[in-house]
């Protein structure tokens, strides 16, 4: 079956910092990843996604890269602001479904 | 360009009571559209889908229903709430054309029972 394994978290860091935040897939066929956000007391936007083998996605600075061969999607930002405190979620989509992971929360204090 | 709408925002329901959930989209046709639900520190749930009107899926078992009476109008319902249906309401739309295909997200419903 198809699922999403990401990193529990919440992930702790300074403004500034590296960011990673682990997400790995099971699935039949060539899904499409995504990674959406979702700032304190409002829906998922969308943040990046990729359709194929080798694809990044990239947005506000956050980036990932479609790994086949480890099955994986990390989400990877350079320095890390306040504003980005949120909660993260890497999916899948391979069918009309979204197939979630249980979402990181990442708190950046300055 | 494309917007989805649901209301109410906040709802506070005693337990027993029905519920109506509302989720439309504008600016797209024949959307497919979907209800997730998120209980508090929780990843999100897939409770509905539809294709198309009048063409619902389940994919959990509950006491809630969906229907689409048009084609961009979706409503979460239930007769009786339970304590256990308290959580964060989303609703998500894509087009039909690929399913590498983005979902869009509603601003969220949150439902408290009492």
């Known amino acids: 079956g198809n699922s999403v394994t990401q990193m529990e978290g919440p992930v702790t860091l300074s403004e500034e910092a590296f960011l990673t935040i682990n997400c790995t897939y099971t699935a039949t066929g060539y899904p499409s990843l995504f990674w959406y956000v979702q700032y304190p007391g409002e829906g998922l936007q969308l943040l990046l996604k990729?359709?194929?083998?080798?694809d990044k996605g990239s947005n506000k600075g956050f980036e990932a890269t479609y790994r086949k061969e480890t099955t994986s999607f990390h989400l990877e930002k350079g320095s890390v602001q306040v504003s980005d405190s949120a909660v993260y979620f890497c999916a899948l989509r391979n069918t009309d479904k979204l197939i979630f992971g249980t979402g990181t929360r990442l708190q950046v204090f300055p | 360009s494309q917007t989805i709408h649901q209301w109410p925002a906040t709802l506070v329901q005693p337990v027993g009571s029905p519920l109506s959930l509302e989720c439309t989209v504008e600016g797209t046709s024949n959307p497919n559209l979907y209800w997730y639900r998120q209980a508090a520190g929780r990843g999100l749930q897939l409770l509905f889908y539809s294709v198309g009107i009048g063409q619902i899926s389940s994919e959990v078992p509950q006491n809630l229903s969906a229907s689409r009476p048009q084609d961009r109008q979706f409503i979460l319902s239930s007769k009786k709430l339970l304590l256990s249906d308290s959580g964060f309401y989303l609703c998500?739309?894509?087009?039909?054309?690929?399913?590498?295909?983005?979902?869009?997200f509603g601003p969220g419903t949150r439902l408290t029972v009492l």
């Open positions: 998500a739309w894509s087009s039909q054309r690929s399913s590498t295909d983005t979902q869009y």
């Open positions: 990729a359709t194929k083998a080798d």
